[in-house]
């Protein structure tokens, strides 16, 4: 899921018959899910493993972990050597479908879908790929117990004059520095961060339907200066507890989710910051190291209107793999889709029965379904942004770099760190 950029890996399946006409079908699962498991997500691999076995009797499921860069060159993962399938964030979809390394669906969606995950998985008005996990920009609230009255983030998920009411009032849970309100990744090690960061504001203030010219602007040297004007001060909610020029949120968000990578972790764990600013997953960890019990996850609104810039992650089959496939292979390619997609597998992921013991996860799922279904009360919060999602869009590298550069000229200024620049010279 694109978005909190960590060591990533791929979790490959390897489907084996046990008939003597075996079909061999590959399968790589987006491994960068910051699991609550603790266990190198080997009860993640478990469930899935299980489950298609239960389901498909002549079938034997091995799951094992390969290294994956996802922001690296996929044709490796998508030749005819590669696999037959790998699970990807759609932002990085528009340059595989260029380079002609995935087939267009050859089944329907199922019907429960979110409509912004939908968005995420057509290119030129063609679906190339089957939603699973969802991903956005949120607000994770720890109040502490008894002032949640003179803090109700909920309440600030409405527009952004309800957003700066409630931040100005929040601060007072830690001694009132401005400073020290926001803690989370305003960045990361490869630069990608800031032009989303940008739309997610962009679309608060303009509309679900001004995500492309938002990038076209960009492109060309153009910057909305009350976009800028707001996500300045969003960001000034955030600095190292010091005042020194080191922002925490500044700082590289790159290594195991698990073990503090980010710096920030312990700051509200301990209530040195009223709020982690993240992705879902985040969620999860948070509540279960804390001893508060006041929690939400609302999208921040920097407009008149509250739009969250979704991020999805997605299987997509590979063409070279699928063209080479007998009809065998491929009715076996559609069997796992189908498993893969099915509500049950989705909410034993979402609400991590396989761990031990059970506890939810808070990764996003695609389907509607499940939301309708669950009674988890961040989830439900979360919902409510996910229903005013906007697609993400699939930028190519090229983009990716032209538009960070022009808003840290022109906009707001970002560290850069030495892969973005190694990054920047190499393209």
Request: proline share 4%; aromatic share 10%; hydrophobic share 35%.
């Amino acid at each position: 899921m694109n978005r909190a950029i960590q060591i990533a890996g791929l979790l490959f399946i390897q489907l084996v018959s046990l008939s003597s006409a075996a079909v061999q079908l590959r399968v790589g699962i987006y491994n960068c899910i910051p699991d609550i498991g603790q266990d190198n997500l080997t009860s993640y691999k478990g469930l899935i493993e299980g489950g298609f076995n239960n389901a498909a009797h002549t079938v034997d499921a091995v799951v094992d972990t390969t290294e994956y860069d996802p922001y690296g060159d996929l044709t490796t993962y998508l030749s005819e050597d590669g696999f037959d399938m790998i699970e990807m964030d759609t932002a990085n979809l528009k340059e595989v479908v260029e380079d002609d390394l995935i087939i267009d669906i050859p089944t329907n969606l199922p019907e429960n879908i979110m409509p912004a995950a939908v968005g995420a998985a057509a290119i030129n008005g063609k679906l190339y790929a089957y939603p699973t996990l969802l991903c956005g920009n949120f607000l994770i609230g720890l109040v502490p117990p008894g002032n949640e009255q003179n803090c109700p983030l909920r309440n600030a998920r409405v527009d952004y004059n309800a957003f700066y009411e409630t931040m100005e009032n929040c601060k007072q849970n830690v001694g009132g520095d401005w400073r020290r309100i926001l803690g989370g990744k305003m960045n990361d090690d490869y630069g990608w961060y800031l032009p989303y960061l940008y739309l997610d504001g962009y679309i608060d203030i303009h509309g679900r339907e001004s995500v492309d010219k938002a990038v076209d602007e960009v492109m060309r040297g153009v910057v909305d200066p009350k976009v800028c004007e707001r996500l300045s001060w969003y960001i000034g909610c955030c600095d190292d507890k010091t005042g020194q020029v080191g922002n925490k949120c500044y700082e590289n968000f790159i290594g195991s989710y698990v073990n503090d990578s980010d710096n920030l972790y312990p700051d509200i764990i301990n209530g040195e910051t009223a709020f982690y600013f993240g992705f879902s997953e985040k969620v999860a960890q948070v509540e279960r190291d804390s001893d508060r019990n006041s929690y939400a996850a609302i999208s921040g609104p920097l407009g008149e209107i509250n739009n969250l810039l979704q991020f999805t992650d997605a299987l997509v089959i590979n063409k070279a793999r699928w063209n080479a496939a007998n009809d065998e292979k491929r009715n076996a390619i559609i069997d796992f889709v189908n498993y893969f997609l099915n509500n049950n597998l989705r909410e034993d992921i979402a609400m991590g029965v396989d761990l031990n013991p059970p506890q939810v996860r808070y990764l996003l799922q695609s389907t509607e379904t499940f939301y309708q279904n669950t009674t988890d009360l961040i989830y439900q919060d979360l919902f409510w942004s996910l229903q005013r999602a906007v697609a993400a869009p699939s930028l190519t590298s090229y983009q990716k770099v032209t538009m960070e550069a022009n808003l840290e000229s022109l906009c707001i200024k970002f560290p850069q760190s030495k892969k973005m620049r190694k990054f920047k010279q190499e393209l």
